[in-house]
């Protein structure tokens, strides 16, 4: 492991807790065991998924950051809340992430059926194309990848 530090701030929504956990779990889980990289982790919760990037915001300005780590579920429903609210969330990280230069990587789910989101968060589901079905690991992975990206280009590497 390498002695260089990063600090990660990881928010995650609260509406469908049971996935919001497992996310954080497998986020948590791969950056102290296998990123590979001395992260210090700081966890952020916000009621739901249309909070996050308020606090993603919230936290890159008041707070000293590499990256921020985005997690949450959007289930479809009979109504369009499932398109406003996941619309939303996602075109609000990127606006944070873009205006802050700071990464904010997606971990907020977006799924047809809470099925898939219980797939899409269980650290040990293989998709059909083989990839892991544990998007927390994989939003953490995101994130490590682009705090050293940015830290390089800043000629701090």
């Not at 889980?29 to 739901?48: K, M, R």
């Not at 990280?93 to 789910?109: A, C, D």
């Not at 059909?128 to 050293?148: N, P, R, V, W, Y």
């Amino acid at each position: 492991m390498t002695s260089e530090k990063l600090r990660i701030a990881i928010v995650v929504s609260q509406f469908n807790e049971e996935i919001s956990n497992r996310l954080l779990n497998g986020a948590q889980t791969y950056l102290e065991n296998d990123s590979g990289f001395q992260t210090e982790i700081t966890v952020y919760w916000v009621p739901g998924a249309f909070e996050i990037s308020f606090a993603c915001q919230q936290v890159i300005d008041k707070t000293d950051v590499d990256a921020v780590i985005a997690l949450g579920s959007v289930v479809k429903g009979g109504t369009p809340h499932f398109d406003f609210v996941a619309g939303e969330c996602i075109r609000g990280i990127q606006k944070v992430s873009l205006s802050s230069n700071t990464p904010i990587s997606l971990g907020v789910l977006t799924t047809d059926t809470y099925e898939q989101a219980l797939e899409r968060s269980d650290s040990n589901y293989v998709d059909h194309d083989g990839s892991s079905g544990d998007k927390g690991s994989s939003a953490a992975e995101a994130a490590i990848t682009m705090a050293l990206l940015a830290r390089s280009l800043a000629g701090e590497n």
